[in-house]
């Protein structure tokens, strides 16, 4: 058990105990490990990384004591965090969860932190536009329908209506920002 409350209070304990504190992610090369690594990176940190084979038993072993942390994810960890069997201390997207809106962003005391992951419909290369731009429209449609957008939201999600533009932007960033993570802390496959 870490004795902190909050990011800050933790990100100072882990100073203090460089290399001590170990952190589990549900497996090398995933969002959580790629998560921690740029945690660690900006937080200019020393964690000990333990991978694990899925979320559910990074999160036993976090709720167990025998890793002090983990990076997960809001559908698996949600419950726990609810019934205070793990503390929040922040989440890695840029703005606050509508499910969580007590705990603050990571980027909130780790200034330009961000990292989320995303889910995108994409077509085959040469679709005609007309039908891009109609799969886009009707996509957009139904993430803004109320019902949809609460069971996106209750599913521990963001719905991110964007343009084909727009996505393709993201894609492209994205992989730029993680390959750089993925060289920075020499994870190879495995």
Do not use: C
Not at 39 to 55: E, N, Q, S
Not at 64 to 90: D, I, N, P, W
Not at 145 to 168: Q, Y
């Amino acid at each position: 058990m870490v004795p902190v409350k909050t990011l800050a209070e933790f990100i100072s304990y882990a100073k203090g105990n460089a290399g001590k504190i170990n952190v589990a992610s549900f497996g090398v090369g995933t969002t959580s490990h790629l998560a921690g690594e740029l945690f660690k990176v900006m937080a200019g940190i020393t964690l000990v990384h333990v991978p694990y084979r899925g979320d559910a038993l990074a999160l036993t072993d976090t709720i167990g004591g025998q890793v002090q942390a983990t990076f997960s994810t809001v559908a698996a960890s949600l419950e726990y965090v609810r019934t205070r069997k793990l503390h929040a201390l922040g989440v890695t997207t840029a703005t606050r969860w509508e499910t969580l809106p007590e705990v603050p962003t990571i980027g909130e005391i780790v200034p330009g932190y961000e990292a989320s992951t995303w889910n995108g419909v994409a077509v085959p290369r040469g679709t005609p536009q007309n039908i891009i731009e109609k799969l886009n429209r009707e996509i957009n449609t139904a993430l803004s329908d109320p019902k949809v957008r609460g069971r996106i939201i209750g599913l521990g999600n963001v719905p991110m209506p964007l343009s084909p533009a727009d996505f393709g932007k993201l894609l492209i960033d994205d992989t730029e920002k993680w390959a750089k993570v993925i060289r920075a802390a020499n994870i190879k496959p495995e």
